[in-house]
């Protein structure tokens, strides 16, 4: 069964202090890894695809990163609209069913 | 983009009721989609998913006969909570696939539905 662990759970951060969020997992093949974000009540948007390791995606203030195991997104200068929560996904082999990790819930202060 | 259209955002109702939550892909033909539940603080759990013009899949603890799911047409899915109760409050989403091979899946709005 696949597996994805994100974290930490929670991150507040100063606005300009960059951090990264972490999402681990485990899967018998991935077809691709995926990160979302979603702010309270809304439903999540697409942020990131990552195929194979080694690959990188970047996109304003966020850079998403794969290795064999985990990947990393990080968050550079954040800014208040950033305050989201994060989350991560992974696609196994045999379908095309998402298995989701927790999230990580950042706070970024002005 | 890919737009997945749900409706409706909030709904209450009383215990013992039916609701239908409808998710509508607006500019592409969604021949996959997927409904989650998610409670708060907590991730999204994938409930099912359906096929146009084929009978969903539940995932394993999900009841088909409480969570009723019509995927009747390429851009139209439907869930119907049937015999609410104050259990089944969550957030409901759904999600469906844009492209084939991996790809990427767009997701609905959400409904919020509280059972009173």
């Known amino acids: 069964e696949d597996q994805v662990t994100q974290s930490p759970e929670a991150l507040r951060l100063q606005e300009g202090e960059s951090s990264s969020l972490n999402c681990s997992y485990t899967v018998s093949g991935l077809r691709g890894l995926f990160w979302y974000r979603q702010d309270p009540g809304k439903g999540p948007e697409f942020l990131f695809t990552?195929?194979?390791a080694g690959e990188e995606k970047e996109k304003e203030r966020l850079k998403a990163t794969l290795t064999k195991k985990e990947s990393f997104l990080h968050i550079t200068a954040p800014k208040p609209e950033d305050s989201a929560t994060y989350l991560c996904a992974v696609q196994g082999p045999h379908d095309y069913k998402l298995s989701f990790g927790a999230g990580t819930t950042v706070t970024v202060r002005a | 983009g890919a737009v997945v259209s749900q409706h409706p955002s909030w709904v209450i109702c009383k215990s013992g009721t039916s609701v239908k939550i409808e998710c509508r892909s607006l500019d592409f033909q969604a021949t996959t989609m997927f409904w989650y539940r998610q409670f708060p603080k907590q991730s999204l759990m994938l409930m099912a998913t359906?096929?146009?013009?084929?009978?969903?899949?539940?995932e394993q603890g999900v009841e088909k006969d409480k969570f009723l799911i019509n995927h009747a047409s390429l851009t139209l899915s439907t869930l119907t909570v049937t015999s609410a109760h104050p259990e089944d409050s969550s957030f409901y989403i759904c999600?469906?696939?844009?492209?084939?091979?991996?790809?990427?899946?767009?997701f609905g709005s959400g409904t919020r539905l509280t059972v009173v």
């Open positions: 999600s469906a696939r844009v492209s084939t091979g991996p790809g990427s899946y767009t």
């Open positions: 359906s096929n146009e013009g084929s009978k969903a899949t539940y």
């Open positions: 990552l195929y194979s």
